[in-house]
């Protein structure tokens, strides 16, 4: 049993006299916000949280419950000052990334344990859980940004320290310390992505389907074709084929043969059974024969049962597994919970309608008489003047709202960013002020001030998202924490929580109506009053209304935003969605994908990483450092925070912001490594619609002028339509569309290019949920093409051949799934098999090459040889050799392409300079320099 495990099973032995499921799930909610406060108290440096959410005693939770026994308290003691830099040895902040994990595990497993109506609407556990999840990104992408690959490419001491960006991050280290497993790393998936969504996406599929069937007379069309039977089929003569024919004839006569002469033995048998027998039986010896043959049949199957047993008492024998029957009864449960969970949210969302209706009725009156006398009285104020200002015929009612919340008592949060906001504005109109001045004057380009370098961000700071989890424990806390649901074991909705719940909606539609009433009796008032006082304030307001109107205009005019290129062809203009949609099925770019999940994408955790990260790394031919290869958990994990977790839900991608927000992701590495498989199961996690414009699919698609355009207008409109998002665009070899050249084909790939760069930036904003996903198998070598695909993806992911151990698990995994999948009972086949050698012989080799391999070894016939002929290592040699193997000169061209597109290169260069004295002038230098550097720009 994992450690996790045997904690959750003490956590729940703890709650054991708890008498209702309601209570249990409370109690684990409870002791996850003293979690929760510990690890926000440790990220903010904040000594009296700490000691206030119980840090300061581990073995005591602070209202006298068993403390949860979660490692926050193993952080160690010598914390950082508040001032600190978030440096490669500063372990508190990946502890956090680690705990975040942890967390929203946790989350996932107890929000199962609610049914009771008014928490589910209210959304608590679900929003502490998204905003776990935004926590987890934020993090994520601090230890990218802040983390270099090696020590080697920090600037010396004395030099300010720079980011730079580097994907894959080391923990083993701090596993080690917390004597943690690495699956502690592992990002669970929320179900809700897709079950809270099941109906949206079962609309959307059958529309999918209905168009490929009434234009394509097809039910699906796959993202990949299967894989050809005779893919690796060696060359032969004609001789050898006739051969080989004549071979295969030959044995299918003869079995043919040996069915014929075994039917006319049959029918002899019959025929002599006929003869001997009178063609009478007596009734009660057939009933004795068949009595006797039923009796046999069932003492064989005992004594074989008994003698299974036995086995497997003495230990000669692994017990036969019961996990199957358990998983089913485990899945029933889950269903029959959710199913509850839906029945009475919608029970809930009956009674807060009848709830509103009633609370109109009774307490709306009054509502609106005391809101009516509320503001009457303002307005009486400021026309007589008795609040100490001179007196003012209000117009409407905004100086009511202004008088009643002033603005300094708006939140800090909101106030920090206006003013932030305000800063950047400023600075960027002091610098257009400046290019303006240095635009007509040669010299004065010196004279400059230099751009700031980013500083590395605080190592404990305050957040407005952790403020957002307080503020949420606290509402738990209030409300739910010491709530007794003794009276309540099915947990429906509780009527006083409603009324509460549904008491501010009414009141605030009761206000709009009674500001709504209130204005239009003003400007009745105003209307009167203006009407007898004609003349020169007359003439004035009229030259104020076209001031007016003049600067309404002009804002108008900001406001308007460029159409889209494809706005401007007359074939699209008039089309809405749902016949862009049929539009690209009929072209057969919306495709079928297979149904995989990130864990499908095997592979070991890397154990030494920070050793080797540490290490001096060089490469033997350039003398210059070599990073690491990733390991197919940090893939794993990549792809889920970058793609899954901020598409899955709708509240979480807007939230992220600007910069880390993820619009497009880079997939590279050799041919049968996974990229397409990834593409795949990220579409899967979350329900996604899957466009497919790969070079394959739009090579001689809509040739002509305007055929580009086309493509990827449809595409991206689709996409960013809600009601069938969220939305993955695939682009395999995505290096033919950003290839160089000056004459480009009216059909090709690389014709998207223009349109794709266009549509990617300014149709894509952060609350639409799509992504776009490019792979690529054989790097490009030009400058121009590795500087267009660096801009044009945010995150760019190696995928590599996999190292040995995940080349032991490939095999070990594959072959079990091919045995099991046949439906046949073959025991012991693996014990005889050395997965080991397996992996040893197959290094260099992609784990695409390791599947087809074992699928053409282990074929149906051969899995029911497996008891009288056992596998062997040999089998799998012959057809693994006719697989492409990467070779030095692939993997050495893919770490000259990952140096250039992370700028690896110019980083270790301008570190060499610094560390050997030499002047680095990172402006550009020379004006030749500049001028390059600012045409780059």
Not at 92 to 116: D, G, M, N, Y
Not at 615 to 635: G, H, L, V, W, Y
Not at 778 to 787: F, G, H, N, R, Y
């Amino acid at each position: 049993m994992s450690a996790g495990k045997r904690r959750w099973e003490s956590s729940r032995s703890s709650c054991a006299s708890r008498t209702t499921p309601l209570e249990w799930s409370l109690e684990m909610v409870s002791r996850l916000s003293q979690t929760t406060a510990c690890v926000l108290a440790l990220e903010t440096h904040d000594a009296p949280s700490r000691r206030a959410a119980g840090a300061s005693t581990p073995g005591e939770h602070p209202r006298g419950l068993p403390a949860l026994q979660l490692p926050v308290h193993q952080v160690p003691a010598d914390l950082p000052e508040a001032g600190g830099v978030l440096r490669r040895h500063d372990a508190p902040t990946e502890a956090s990334v680690r705990q975040e994990v942890r967390r929203s595990r946790w989350l996932q497993s107890i929000f199962l344990f609610f049914l009771h109506g008014d928490m589910l609407l209210d959304g608590l556990p679900r929003r502490v859980l998204e905003m776990v999840m935004l926590r987890v990104l934020q993090l994520k992408h601090l230890l990218v940004k802040w983390n270099p690959p090696s020590p080697e490419l920090q600037k010396p001491v004395g030099h300010e320290e720079e980011a730079f960006p580097w994907e894959y991050v080391n923990l083993d280290d701090l596993l080690v310390d917390l004597k943690l497993p690495p699956e502690t790393l592992e990002v669970p998936i929320p179900r809700y992505f897709k079950e809270d969504n099941t109906a949206a996406i079962r609309h959307r599929d059958n529309i999918v389907s209905g168009y490929m069937q009434l234009q394509l007379k097809v039910d699906s069309v796959w993202v990949e074709e299967a894989d050809a039977v005779d893919e690796f089929a060696e060359p032969m003569t004609l001789e050898q084929a006739i051969a080989v024919i004549q071979r295969n004839e030959r044995g299918r006569q003869g079995k043919q043969r040996a069915l014929v002469v075994e039917d006319l033995r049959k029918d002899e048998k019959r025929g002599n059974f006929a003869a001997s027998s009178d063609g009478d039986m007596d009734i009660e010896v057939a009933a004795a024969n068949v009595q006797r043959l039923y009796r046999g049949f069932v003492s064989r199957r005992f004594a074989s049962q008994e003698r299974e047993t036995e086995l497997a008492f003495i230990g000669m024998k692994a017990p036969p597994p019961k996990e199957d029957d358990l998983a089913v009864e485990l899945q029933h449960v889950y269903e029959k919970r959710k199913h509850a969970q839906h029945e009475y949210q919608e029970e809930y969302v009956k009674a807060v309608g009848d709830t509103t209706e009633k609370l109109r009725e009774e307490e709306g009156p009054e509502m609106r008489e005391l809101l009516r006398e509320e503001r009457t009285a303002w307005i009486t104020s400021r026309i007589e003047g008795t609040d100490g200002r001179p007196p003012v015929f209000p117009e409407g009612l905004e100086d009511f709202y202004k008088d009643k919340e002033p603005t300094g008592e708006v939140k800090d949060g909101e106030d920090n960013a206006a003013e932030e906001a305000k800063k950047a504005k400023g600075k960027g109109d002091d610098k257009g002020k400046g290019d303006k001045k240095g635009k007509g004057k040669k010299g004065k380009g010196k004279s400059s001030e230099p751009e700031e370098i980013e500083k590395p961000p605080p190592l404990q700071a305050k957040t407005a998202l952790t403020d957002a989890i307080m503020e949420s424990v606290t509402d738990f806390e209030t409300i739910w924490q010491d709530r007794d649901e003794v009276a309540n074991p099915e947990q429906r909705h509780d009527v006083k929580l409603t009324r509460d719940e549904v008491r501010p909606n009414v009141l605030e539609e009761v206000r709009l109506q009674v500001d709504k009433m209130l204005v239009e009796n003003l400007k009745k008032i105003k209307e009167q009053v203006d009407s007898k006082s004609k003349g020169k304030k007359g003439k004035g307001k009229k030259g104020k209304g076209k001031k007016g109107k003049g600067k309404k205009g002009k804002k108008d005019k900001k406001k308007k935003q460029k159409p889209l290129p494809g706005d401007k062809v007359s074939e699209l203009k008039n089309m809405d969605e749902d016949q862009m949609l049929g539009n690209l099925i009929n072209t057969r770019l919306v495709n079928t994908y297979v149904p995989h999940k990130i864990k499908d994408f095997v592979g070991d955790f890397n154990y030494l990483g920070t050793l080797y990260q540490h290490a001096e790394r060089k490469d033997m031919d350039t003398e210059t450092f070599a990073p690491q290869n990733p390991s197919m958990a940090q893939i794993r994990a990549n792809v889920t925070e970058y793609a899954v977790l901020p598409l899955g839900s709708e509240d979480v991608k807007p939230k992220l912001g600007k910069e880390l927000n993820v619009k497009s992701l880079l997939l590279y590495g050799p041919p049968g490594t996974g990229k397409t498989m990834l593409a795949q199961a990220v579409a899967n996690e979350i329900g996604a619609l899957f466009i497919n414009l790969s070079p394959e699919r739009t090579n001689g698609l809509f040739p002509g002028k305007n055929g580009s355009v086309k493509i990827v207008h449809l595409a991206f409109k689709v996409a960013i339509n809600k009601s069938l998002g969220p939305v993955v665009i695939y682009i395999d070899e995505v290096n033919q569309i950003f290839a160089g050249g000056k004459k480009k084909s009216s059909d090709g790939a690389s014709r998207l290019k223009k349109d794709l760069i266009k549509y990617r930036n300014d149709c894509l904003k952060e609350e639409h949920r799509v992504i776009i996903i490019g792979c690529i198998s054989s790097p490009p070598t030009s400058a121009s093409e590795i500087k267009d695909i660096r801009s044009f993806f945010d995150k760019h992911l190696y995928l590599p051949c996999p190292d040995y151990a995940s080349r032991m698990m490939l095999w070990r995994q594959f072959v079990t799934k091919a045995v099991e999948e046949s439906g046949m009972d073959a025991p012991g086949y693996a014990d005889e098999l050395d997965f080991s050698a397996l992996a040893q012989i197959s290094g260099g080799y992609s784990a695409g090459s390791i599947r087809q391999t074992v699928s053409r070894v282990l074929t149906h016939r051969r899995i029911q040889r497996l008891a009288t002929r056992p596998l062997g290592e040999k089998e799998f040699l012959g057809p693994i050799s006719l697989f492409p193997h990467a070779s030095a000169g692939s993997e050495e061209a893919f770490r000259n392409f990952t140096r250039e597109l992370t700028g690896l290169g110019k980083r270790l260069e301008i570190v060499d300079k610094l560390r050997r004295g030499e002047p680095i002038d990172e402006g550009g230098g020379k004006k030749k320099g500049k001028g390059k550097k600012g045409k780059k720009k």
